[in-house]
């Protein structure tokens, strides 16, 4: 046996998963989706050491928090509107109503967690469907 053979060289390690981001960086994104106080709470946490993940869940959650009240309102309108217009049909609102706060309800609620469940991992991933549009309608807010 040659013992000038080169031996092999083990394979290269698999890249290892950024680290996850430190405790600070967790309490003002997952704070930012705790109630407006939370929020409020965040902005001052992120103010005092901006993170990229803390802007990120503070651009969504300012976002979500501005939809939300523009849907609600925008249903409550509607819901006027068709309540003066549709008034011989009183049986069929009775049933529309509820239908549609329910269904708007539990849809705010699916993207609110989420966007807490992201919050949580230490992930920078947008709320579905709308975070991208919050991400670039928002910009540099936070940052």
């Not at 967790?26 to 989706?33: D, G, P, Q, R, V």
């Not at 869940?57 to 501005?66: E, S, W």
């Not at 049909?89 to 849809?107: H, N, Q, R, T």
């Not at 469907?129 to 991400?135: H, I, M, N, S």
């Amino acid at each position: 046996m040659d013992t000038n053979t080169p031996t092999a060289t083990p394979p290269p390690a698999p890249a290892t998963p950024p680290p996850p981001s430190n405790g600070e960086d967790k309490t003002a994104a997952i704070l930012s989706y705790l109630t407006l106080i939370g929020f409020i709470v965040a902005i001052v946490l992120h103010s005092n050491k901006k993170t990229k993940l803390g802007a990120f869940h503070l651009r969504q959650t300012l976002g979500f928090i501005l939809s939300v009240i523009a849907g609600w309102i925008c249903i409550a309108i509607m819901m006027f509107i068709l309540l003066l217009a549709l008034a011989f049909m009183k049986s069929f609102m009775l049933l529309l109503v509820p239908l549609i706060y329910v269904a708007f309800g539990l849809s705010v609620f699916v993207l609110w967690v989420m966007g807490l469940i992201s919050a949580i991992n230490g992930q920078m991933k947008p709320m579905p469907v709308v975070g991208p549009f919050y991400q670039r309608i928002l910009g540099t807010t936070f940052d």
